[in-house]
Structures are given as C-alpha cells and as structure tokens.
C-alpha cells in the first residue's frame, strides 16, 4: 500500500481531520446532552415526551444555522481563502459550545434559560456552517491527481473520532457520577473539555498555507463579488442534488446515535452506560465504512459508491426499528453497527463527490450551502420524524424516515447524472 501521499500531506489531512472531530464532539455533547437532561433541565414541565421534543427542537435549530453561516463563511472562503475562513468558524464554534457549559437553567432564571441555550447553539450552527466545506476543500484541493476521495475521507473520519471522544467522556461520567450529580453538574464537564479540542484545532490550522487550486484561481481571475449570486444563477441545479443527496448520512448518523440513545433509554428502558457502550463499539464500523469507501471512490467513482449507498440505506430503515426494540444487545449492536457502516459509505465519498460538482471560484460556497441545507432535511428532521413514528406505530417504524431519506439521495444522485448528460 503506498502511504507516500499521506506522509507528505499529513499536517494538512491533520487540519482537516480535528476541525470536524470538534465539529462532532460539540455536535454529539449536546445531542447527547438533549437526550438525557437539556429536556427537564431547560424547558417547562408539562410532560416527558414534551420536554424531550422541546429539547431536540433545540438540537434542530442548528441545522437551520447550518446554512447561514456556510452562506457567510462561503462567501469569505471563496474570496479571501479557506484557511483564514477555516480559523474563524472553529473559533465561533468552539466559543459557542464552551458557553454552554456556564448557562442557568430552567429553574434559576425561567424563560432565559432556553433562550440563552438557543442563541448559543445556533452560534454552534453558525460556526458549523463554514467548517465541514473548509475542510473538505482543504484535504481535496492539496490531494495529488487520483487520490481526491482518499483525501476526501480525513475530515468525514473526524465524525467517529468527535462521536468517540464525546461518547466515551459520557460514558465515563455516567459511572463516575450519580443520575443525580449528573444531571446537576456533570453534564457540563463535556462543555468545558471542548475548549482543550478548539484549541489543539487552532494550533494545527494556523500552521498550514492556501490550497493550490485556490491560489491559482485568484492568479487567473480576480474572486468572485458575491459567491452565493454566482452559486444560483450559474450552478442552482448542482446544488439541489448536492443537497439532496446529503440527506442519507445526515438521516442515519442522528437516527443511530443520538435518538437511538434517547429512545432507547428512555421508552424502551436501556441502561444508560450499555447502551452507550454499545454505540462506541458500533462507531467503529462508521470509520470503516469511511475508508471503504474513499478507496472504493478512487478506484471506481464517488458517484457509484454513493448509489451503493442508497440503495443500502434503504434496505437498513427496513430494519432498524426491529433491531432497537429488540431488546438483545446483540441484535441492537448489529442494527446500529450495520446502520452506521452504510452511513460511511454515503458519507465517506461526499468529500470529493461534492466539492467536484463546483469550479474553484464558488466551491466553498457550493458544497457549504448544499452540505448544511441537505442537514435540514437529514438531521434536524430525523429525531422529530422518528419520535413522531414511534409514538403512531411503535418502534419498529421509526426507521422509515431512513428509507426516505435514501430514496431522496438516489434521487439527487440521478438528477447528477441528468446534468452530465446535458439533459437538466
């Protein structure tokens, strides 16, 4: 195997890795903390189902940040550069989740509670907005011809690493601390270890250059006015199919890890610590998933690793219901294991997949606002959709909104095909 490419670019597969580790561990702390006690900590008493549903409403609201802030962020990194942008939404980001470690509760201060959590986690968004497209352009503008989707794969592998180190702080407290310190202090010790995370980020960004491809273009051309005018009037059908076809990882990621833990141990009764464990070991075959995939994109297409994808996806909300009621941790860890192994095969490929939908002078715009609008539509919508079929039929159907969510990406997929042929 040759390693060569990675041992000359590591500090830039480096920079693109941690900045979407801290992404998903700020991104999973709170999920995590929505499910377990945001809910009765932050929002009015009128019933448990209620609290938790305000409480993932809350999770939602950064999804519809997402796209703000890759608008603002895009139209930054395409004019002035992806590092410089890349530093400024870690930094927003990170000071957004440390903030939520020192806030009141419901209790102490009513009303302000969830507002304050709110503005802070749509900050969270905000800053989320530019970084996934940062870091994808970082690793596949520097990547050497034939390696992009290998490249590609560093800052998707940030997601089980950031799932891991969140994951695993929460399963530590949960056997260190009682329900009740946990619920009362616990909860923000994840908060405040986020800024160790920012800071390791930081230090590894501020140590790299520009890419070549955007260095070049400013050498050609002067950049663009405004990226996102551009972005629709020159390239609106690419990025409705990006979009689109985003909609399968978001859908499975939050379905497997945070509602899976909310749902499971809360209507189906799990224990918390198992139940955690449990998620840690089926993460792994999330990363697998990931570098299958970069390989297989590089060695066929990204395109035809993503179908596999889809078709995968929804064959899994087929199953996945079944498979968390079950009640045999043998058979919910194969669910869940299984579930985010196909997330890595429709998240693993989207690096190079969907930066390469965009010329260099609108791309960090491009694959921000199709990236972060497709997580509307994938993540912020899961939880709610599967809370919701669970309470109509149960939970043997909450995985539906899966099977959706796979046919909505085979559809962007395709509606890519059609703009190759000349046909849209």
Known sequence: MNLEPYRRHRR??????????VEFYDFYIYGTAAALVFGP????????????????????????????????????????????????????????????????????????AP????????GQGFGLGGEWGGAAL????????????????????????GFI??????????????DADFAAWGWRIPFLVSAVLVGLGLWVRLKIGETPAFSEALERDAPVGVPIGELLRGHFVATVA??????????????????????????????????LLIQL???????????????????SSAQRVLRWGCGATMLVGLLFGPALASGSWLTIFAGLATSLFVMGLVYGPLGSWLTGLFPVRVRY??????????GILGGAAAPIAAQALGDWRGTEVVGLYLALAGLVSFCGLALVTKIERGDA
């Open 41 to 112: 900590l932050f929002f009015p008493s009128e019933s448990p189902s209620a609290q938790l549903m305000l409480s993932f409403m809350s999770f939602g609201l950064a999804f519809f940040a997402r796209p703000v802030g890759a608008v603002v962020f895009g139209h930054f990194g395409d004019r002035i550069g992806r590092k410089s942008t890349l530093v400024a939404s870690l930094m927003l980001m990170g000071a957004s989740t440390l903030l939520i470690a020192f806030l009141p509760t419901y209790a102490m201060v009513g009303w302000v």
């Open 281 to 299: 070991g089926a993460i792994l075959f999330m990363a697998g998933g990931i570098i299958f995939a970069g390989y297989a994109s590089d060695a």
């Open 242 to 275: 990006g979009t689109f076809a985003v909609v399968a990882c978001f859908a499975i990621f939050y379905l497997a890890t945070s509602f899976a833990l909310a749902h499971g141990t809360t209507t189906l009764g799990y224990p918390k610590e198992e139940f």
């Open 138 to 161: 970082l690793a596949v503008e520097n990547a050497p011809p034939g390696w992009q989707s290998r490249f590609g794969m560093f800052p998707q592998l940030g997601a089980p690493v």
């Open 12 to 21: 830039i597969l480096a920079a693109s890795l941690v900045g979407t580790a």
């Open 115 to 122: 507002l304050l959590l709110c503005i802070l986690r749509f």
């Open 365 to 374: 715009t491009g694959a921000s606002v199709a990236f972060n609008v497709g």
């Open 165 to 178: 180190a969140a994951n695993g702080l929460f399963l530590l407290l949960g056997l260190w601390l009682s």
